[in-house]
């Protein structure tokens, strides 16, 4: 038998830089949302810890988080990438109503910082 009853409430899982990881959770509080952090047990080494927004199905939560991102892109220079059905998304050039239907269909969003990501690719290339 099918069960008629959904669960209220849904979460979304950020993983944040350690760096802005405090200026997310403020900007989070000031628009309403409650972003907490969320320890794991895993042997992957690279999944530490991550932040996680929960809220009541039905709210309208995307507006609110487009703005904790359009506030960290002001700060600082990252790269964020939604992931939904499998698929990771970057949401650099897309507009405000396409990045809405993305953050809402989300079920992470990866902020990465691009001074980062630039100093270990050059890093990593082979040196002549």
Not at 33 to 56: G, H, T
């Amino acid at each position: 038998m099918s069960s008629q009853n959904q669960s209220r409430y849904s979460s979304i899982a950020f993983y944040v830089p350690e760096e802005i990881k405090q200026f997310f959770i403020d900007e989070c509080s000031k628009v309403g949302l409650e972003a907490k952090n969320v320890q794991c047990f895993s042997a992957n080494p690279s999944i530490k810890d991550y932040l996680s927004i929960v809220f009541e199905r039905g709210q309208k939560y995307a507006p609110q988080v487009l703005k904790v991102l359009n506030m960290l892109q002001r700060k600082s220079s990252i790269k964020i990438e939604v992931a939904a059905d499998r698929k990771v998304i970057s949401l650099s050039g897309v507009s405000t109503e396409d990045a809405l239907k993305l953050i809402q269909a989300a079920d992470a969003i990866k902020i990465t910082d691009v001074e980062s990501v630039k100093t270990s690719e050059s890093d990593s290339k082979p040196k002549k």
